[in-house]
């Protein structure tokens, strides 16, 4: 596992060249740390990033991976839902909003239905940015285990595991992300977290 300081002046380009090549990176984002990976897209090679993340974490696939994405509007681009503006006002930030896939979607995916987010952090929305296209993001922990919120317990329990380690401290008392629906353009919390809906 390479590690770097998220301050330092090459870890952009360190965690560019991890997720375009299809790797696995734990990444700091404006909650907790995520484990992240290139999403796959239609008509680009396929980087199974997806299952690699699944089998570090040991989840199964009947539960979804959170998408980043770099700008609010990105979102458009995956569904035909209308989404509050009260909600899209919120972002960039610590709230992620589950949408219905539009059938041209250019995510290869089998799923009806899609969580996004747009982080608060500009360092992780410039890489998604120049990754150019979503990136999948999950909580750095074992599947039904506490999530981990600090530097040396992420090096421990997944530097064998990982490509690339962009450590910002440790993330203690953070709070993850808000998650929210929108069904016939009714707001429904599915997570009260960080923001307040």
Partial sequence: MKETAKNEGDSLNLALDC???GGVA?????TVYGFSAAADLKKQPFL???ERIRKIKGRGEDKPFIHLIAKPQDILMYTDDTIPEALLAKWPGPLTIIVSLKEDSPLET????VAFRCPGDQWLRKLI???GRP???TSVNRS???VLDSADAIRREFGGEVD?????GDKKGAVPSTIVKVENGKIVVVRQGAVSI
Avoid: A
């Fill in 48 to 50: 199974g990033t997806d």
């Fill in 19 to 21: 997720m375009k090549s």
């Fill in 164 to 168: 690339l380690f962009v450590c910002d």
């Fill in 135 to 137: 990136l999948y993001s």
């Fill in 144 to 146: 039904g285990s506490p």
């Fill in 26 to 30: 734990v990444l700091p984002t404006d």
């Fill in 110 to 113: 089998k799923l009806k239905t």
């Fill in 129 to 131: 940015e120049e990754t």
